[in-house]
């Protein structure tokens, strides 16, 4: 219907009635809204939510009668989406059907927004629709479990897209009908749906083991996954595991030989994540060392190294932690101060007070830098008493000339 012809329709079944009066009202904001440019169609597209059910046929005729201007499209669709009504999501479900640009996106975003009244209508194009994508995209956004039956229509969609939007919306719930699919998607060709699967089994662990699925089993081996981001997804979901098993596994990667770097780093940082003794066992077994003088230590070796303190230094073991970090500190694969100066705050952190007296030898090193996070570490742990062991070893004749100078140093510093 044209939008004249609706004015006319309103006009006469409103006749000497104040509805008619906001008939006029809407046509002059909407009139506005279809000439204007985009800041005028900004602010008057606040307005119209305000008139209420009788807008949304009016804004529907200036939908389907706008091809040639996206932009109103744009704007029509958004608010449309602020009627929680069965005409408004009609015709943006119609939107989804007949086109894939930016004004369907916003469809769908729109969809939802207006959540459970919409869903009856995107299941009818979930498997049908050229705009899969953008239908499984808006269901993805809703928290509602009903939408999980009409996902799992589309798990072996040829789209990787929806694929693997399916396999991230679904581990949200705890529906045991999400198990077979995850485990699917497990041997999907895609490596990222393979990595969405992976990471979901580590969300969903309860859920799996109630179905008597044992996930480090399931996550394990992806940690030779022809992908290494695959490889890196199964280290990280094993870190958010955190139990033993995950743990172990993790470290029979990480001590194999011939392990890409970034995957190294990766399995450091989800033994961080862990957070228990095991953990800090295996990030000390891994610590890179220079077996003698005139051994090379490369770039990787100091990388390795430095992501190693940075997980020890958020270990929740803050005894054992520090522990670790005194022997990667006598252990150094090179003389490079930046690596005393990581290894010096992270003590820092931990806040331990065994860490106090290599604090104390550290202010021995020559370079400033390394004094000065020296000096800052020791004011984290314990100020009070690490000044009056400052004091204390100022007036030692038995402490060594290069020590001595880093606490004159810290007591200027204090």
Known sequence: MKLCQLWNQFGENSSGNPLQTIVSELRSVLTELENGDFQSRWETAKQIPEFGQPAIAFLVDLLYNNADDPELQWFVVRILGQFNHTDAVMALAQLLQETDDDVAEMAAQMLAQIGPQSVDALAVLIESSPS????????????????????????????????????????????????PTLLQGLADLSAKVRQAAIAGISYRADLFQEHHHDPVALIQPFLNDLNVQVCQAAALALGRLGTNAATQALCTTASAKNVPIPLKLTIVQALGQISNDQSVQVLQKLWPRANSSLQVVDDEDQTLAEAIVKALALNRQADRSTQALIYCLHHQPTSDPALKKTIASALGQLADLQAIPELLQLLGTPDRGVRLHAIAALKQIAPDYAYSKL????????????????????????
């Open 132 to 179: 899969r994508v953008l239908v499984v995209s808006a269901l993805s956004q809703m928290q509602d479990a009903v939408i999980v039956p009409l996902l799992l229509k589309v798990v072996a969609d040829v789209e990787v897209s929806v694929r693997l939007k399916v396999m991230e919306t679904l581990s949200r719930f705890h529906d045991p009908q999400i198990i």
């Open 391 to 414: 004091q204390v070893l100022a007036e030692d004749p038995n402490v060594e000339q290069d020590v001595r100078d880093g606490i004159a140093i810290a007591l200027q510093e204090w």
